[in-house]
Structure formats: structure tokens, C-alpha cells
């Protein structure tokens, strides 16, 4: 019976032992190379970053106002944020630009809507900026960047045609001598121009590709603005 006795004692104590002893669930001192290592982004030297202002702030061309606020190169692309006066409310925006740069003539771009104002009622023109994208390879030199905007172009909607163009479009045809008379009729609720009348000779489709070219919604220029964008 006493040996049992002993025997419980022996177990209490051990248990109290073993409940006194801390046990640390940090390690005292780091392991190596526990950490995450941090993502270190690559940049390759040929792809540069570079920014400089226009040599030619400013033209006014045809009677629109144009300038480059800015341009820049991020990699492989060179930007230019392009802002021209507006005539009148239809949607104009650039139709035709290029870059320049040693012999090379890059026509091909992107265009990213900036920002746009409508001419006011008070005579002040309207503004549009446009952001401009070109690609160039890495080795291209940039030490003489020329970014020209060669025309502008108008999208008018329905109502455009008779409040803004047909008094235009119908001066034009007159002074060259071409017998063609447009007029501007209610249709559905909406002031559409209309071919009236024509030559005999002419058929109604030729009748509307003189009255609808793009000469008469397009502004051309060119607009030329030179850059520095070497490294």
C-alpha cells in the first residue's frame, strides 16, 4: 500500500515539474535565410525613360491653335500630350500625325482621349487634348524628335450637318462651278441636308461623295513640334 502511495507522490511531482518549466516558442536567435527576399524590378538600360519640353511650343496653322504640353519616353514608347483649339461643337480630333526621328517616319499611333472643352457661347474656342503614342525600337536615336500633326478631322452628328456645314459645302461647290444645290429639310424631327438638286449626268452616289468629302470636315496643317529625347 505505502509503495503505491509513493508511486502517486513520484507521478504529482514529475506533472508539477514539468507544468514550472517555461518552454519558449520563439527561437532565440533568427534562422538564416528565413526571410522572403523582396521582388527587385528589372530595367534593362536599352529601354530608357526620358523627358524634355517642345522646341516649338506652340503654331497656330489654318487658324488652329496647337501646342505639345509635354513629351516623354517610357520604354519603348514615346508620348506626346497634344492639345489644339476646336472651331466649332463638332467631335474633332487629330486624324493624321507622325514622328520623326533620324530617317525613320513612324505614321502608325494610339491616341488617348485627355480632355475636351466645347467652344462657349461667348466666341472662345473650344479645346481637345490628345495623348499620342509612338513605338520605337531601343537603339533608335531620339537626340532630334519631331512629332508633326498633319490634319484634324470632325465627326459632326446629324444637326451639324445643316447648322455649321452646308453653308460651307455649298460656297465651295458654287465657286467651282458645280451644279449641285443642298438645302436643309426636317426629317423625323431632325434638320437633315439634303442633295436638292444635281446634273442629269450625275448619279446620286457621285452627287454624295462630292458633298460629304472629307475636305470639308478635315483641317490640315502640318503642326511641327521638335524634341530632345536622347539620354
Keep these: 500500500m505505502s509503495s503505491r502511495i509513493y508511486l502517486v507522490l513520484l507521478v504529482l511531482a514529475l506533472a508539477i515539474l514539468a507544468c514550472s518549466t517555461p518552454v519558449s516558442l520563439v527561437p532565440s536567435e533568427?534562422?538564416?535565410n528565413q526571410g522572403i527576399?523582396?521582388?527587385t524590378p528589372f530595367i534593362d538600360d536599352s529601354y530608357p525613360t526620358a523627358g524634355a519640353e517642345a522646341?516649338?511650343?506652340k503654331q497656330v496653322v489654318s487658324g488652329?491653335?496647337?501646342r505639345v504640353e509635354?513629351?516623354?519616353?517610357?520604354?519603348k514608347q514615346v508620348y506626346a500630350d497634344v492639345c489644339f483649339t476646336v472651331p466649332n461643337t463638332s467631335d474633332w480630333t487629330i486624324w493624321s500625325a507622325s514622328l520623326k526621328y533620324a530617317d525613320v517616319i513612324l505614321q502608325e499611333y494610339g491616341a488617348t482621349l485627355l480632355r475636351s472643352q466645347e467652344p462657349t457661347g461667348d466666341g472662345q474656342p473650344g479645346m481637345r487634348c490628345d495623348t499620342l503614342e509612338f513605338y520605337v525600337p531601343p537603339d533608335a536615336n531620339l537626340s532630334t524628335v519631331t512629332v508633326s500633326i498633319d490634319a484634324i478631322a470632325s465627326f459632326p452628328r446629324q444637326e451639324d450637318y445643316c447648322t455649321i456645314y452646308m453653308p460651307k459645302i455649298q460656297q465651295v461647290l458654287t465657286e467651282r462651278g458645280i451644279a449641285i444645290s443642298l438645302a436643309c429639310n426636317n426629317v423625323e424631327g431632325v434638320d437633315t441636308?439634303?442633295?436638292v438638286s444635281?446634273?442629269?449626268t450625275m448619279s446620286q452616289e457621285?452627287?454624295?461623295?462630292i458633298v460629304y468629302n472629307d475636305e470639308f470636315f478635315t483641317i490640315t496643317g502640318p503642326w511641327e513640334f521638335t524634341f530632345n529625347l536622347s539620354q
Excluded at 457621285?206 to 461623295?209: F, G, L, R, T, V
Aim: without cysteine; hydrophobic residues 35%; charged residues 25%.
Design 193 to 195: 441636308m439634303q442633295i
Design 55 to 57: 522646341i516649338s511650343p
Design 37 to 39: 527576399p523582396s521582388a
Design 70 to 75: 509635354r513629351a516623354w519616353q517610357e520604354g
Design 64 to 66: 488652329i491653335d496647337v
Design 30 to 32: 533568427p534562422l538564416p
Design 206 to 209: 457621285e452627287a454624295e461623295q
Design 198 to 200: 444635281k446634273p442629269d
